[in-house]
């Protein structure tokens, strides 16, 4: 017996991954019309004519980017992969923070790569067109778009995605419409409804995925982030040569370097604040502590060691905790919270043990690039990227991510991941991309595809997904083995699988809105004693009548 394959891709955002980057600000493109345009924008600027854009490009908080009537972008395909946690998808893209004022401007992605991000800021649309993007325009929290013209979205994986504290509107006289795309609407749960004059019709994979607008939000956090008491010793920049050992509250008002072949020792209770220096102007602080040497922080679970915003609450307040070169010795983290930083844990061809992390509202909760890094129990909440990492070889037992705009995304690495537990992490859970990996048990919620493997090998046992998005697991390319694998609820397909084979043991299949198997290639599945349910809506189990499609694979059940 077969199950009934349709002949359309499953289009999910890419996976992409840079060897080095710096987040010093680049001075824009100037000049006349026709223009290149690239880098972080601040002040005004104003563009019109053929407009090349370059690299990506940030409106940074009080800065405006203007597009006179009938502006085009053109945006440059990108290959490279990224590691700044400002940016979101593969693509070259334009992430606002300020405001972009569009009149009938035109958007031009290559390849289903980019888009615009409304990141906290305004993004005002005229009219216009958005096209070839990896998602056109996504509404992240505190951001708006509004729409006073007739703009259309076309040709993208995803068209337009809302996410929860978003807001998408149309004036009186505005039109937004989505056709064409992979998806054409994704609404994340808690996210408000669309305007009444959005259309999304003719979309290849679905016209909208969508969670109820009427979602309760998941409750706080337990995690006050702490201010420094009055007493509380000061460092300026300062550069340890030496063994040294610090301890108490400390404000550090700079960036701590220690020296290769030193050890700086943090003692339990230890508490280190940092304050807001922004020299280029990005919004994101660069005070920190910066590892050559090794750190030992040890503190316990009455006295945890803490790194935190001298003030304030929100992300990117200081920069991180960066390991750089730093795989000699030993660098050992436990009890330790992480808070308002760009990066929580950074590590680059480095060592690192950390269990008992907790890592709360950064811009990236831990980040890996030719690294050896070993974890457990580790918590990330309220980020907006929870992992990524590169070249590496991670081990982590015992991982929490809830909140985030995306999840866990791995690249060229040996992986092994067990006690996994996801919610509302956006756009995936795990990712990986041409990566060993051995995953499992875990237990996945309310996210847009939980499970991703797009090339490499990945066995997964012991993993649960309910209410997803497009597909509770989705194979690009590759080989996976899954055992008790359980799918419940997922607003399109159980698994998707485009080339490879999936070998699926045991488990169950239920409560899909599509099928349960999805091919969109020559993939391979065998099904060997899982439980199928039935999809939405209906009693049939969606079964193949046996004809051979062609360019597809096949479904075997067992």
Not at 171 to 193: H, I, K, S, T
Not at 239 to 257: E, K, M
Not at 423 to 433: A, C, V
């Amino acid at each position: 017996m077969r199950f009934r394959v349709v002949a359309a891709s499953l289009a999910l955002p890419a996976l992409l991954f840079v060897s080095a980057a710096s987040r010093a600000a680049e001075a824009p493109g100037v000049g006349p019309a026709g223009r290149t345009l690239s880098g972080k924008l601040s002040g005004e600027t104003r563009v019109s004519g053929e407009v090349h854009v370059t690299d990506d490009v940030m409106v940074l908080p009080g800065a405006t980017l203007s597009a006179a009537p009938g502006t085009v972008f053109l945006f440059d395909r990108s290959d490279s992969t990224k590691v700044d946690p400002e940016y979101f998808y593969g693509g070259v893209e334009i992430v606002v923070r300020g405001t972009l004022a569009a009149d009938n401007a035109a958007f031009r992605f290559p390849g289903r790569t980019g888009g615009i991000v409304v990141d906290g800021g305004r993004a005002l649309f005229s009219g216009g067109a958005i096209t070839g993007a990896e998602a056109g325009l996504t509404v992240l929290a505190g951001g708006e778009a509004a729409v006073s013209g007739r703009l259309s979205v076309g040709d993208c994986r995803t068209g337009v995605a809302l996410f929860p504290g978003g807001r998408l509107r149309t004036e009186p006289a505005g039109m937004l419409r989505a056709a064409g795309n992979g998806v054409g609407f994704v609404r994340f749960a808690g996210a408000g409804p669309a305007p009444a004059s959005f259309v999304s019709e003719g979309n290849e994979e679905a016209d909208a995925v969508a969670w109820d607008p009427d979602v309760a939000p998941p409750p706080p956090v337990s995690f006050a982030v702490p201010r420094p008491p009055s007493t509380a010793a000061r460092m300026s920049d300062t550069f340890i040569d030496h063994d040294r050992t610090l301890s108490g509250d400390i404000v550090v008002d700079g960036v701590i370097r220690v020296a290769p072949g030193t050890t700086l020792t943090l003692l339990p209770g230890t508490r280190l604040f940092f304050t807001f220096r922004d020299t280029d102007g990005d919004g994101i602080g660069e005070n920190g502590l910066f590892l050559q040497g090794n750190l030992a922080a040890r503190g316990t679970k009455e006295k945890p060691i803490g790194f935190f915003p001298s003030e304030g609450d929100t992300r990117g307040l200081w920069d991180s905790i960066s390991f750089m070169a730093s795989d000699q010795g030993e660098n050992v983290l436990e009890h330790v919270d992480v808070a308002g930083s760009y990066r929580g844990l950074h590590a680059h061809f480095s060592r690192l043990s950390a269990t008992d992390i907790r890592i709360f509202r950064c811009c990236r909760g831990l980040q890996f690039q030719e690294s050896e890094v070993s974890l457990a129990r580790i918590s990330v909440d309220e980020v907006q990227s929870a992992m990524r990492g590169r070249d590496a070889t991670v081990r982590i037992d015992g991982l929490s991510v809830r909140d985030a705009v995306s999840g866990v995304n791995l690249f060229r690495s040996a992986v092994s991941l067990a006690k996994v537990e996801m919610r509302d992490t956006g756009w995936y859970g795990i990712r990986l991309r041409d990566s060993r990996a051995s995953f499992g048990p875990g237990r996945f919620s309310r996210m847009y595809v939980p499970l991703s493997v797009q090339e490499g090998t990945a066995r997964i046992t012991g993993v649960s997904v309910d209410d997803s998005g497009l597909a509770a697991f989705s194979l690009l390319e590759g080989d996976v083995t899954m055992e008790s694998f359980r799918s419940s609820g997922s607003r399109v397909d159980g698994i998707s699988a485009s080339k490879g084979s999936v070998v699926l043991s045991g488990g169950e299949i239920a409560g899909y809105g599509r099928n349960a198997v999805h091919l969109s290639g020559p993939a391979a599945v065998v099904l060997k004693g899982t439980k199928i349910g039935s999809p939405k809506g209906t009693t049939n189990i969606p079964v193949h009548d046996g004809k051979v499609v062609p360019g597809l694979g096949i479904v075997r059940v067992e």
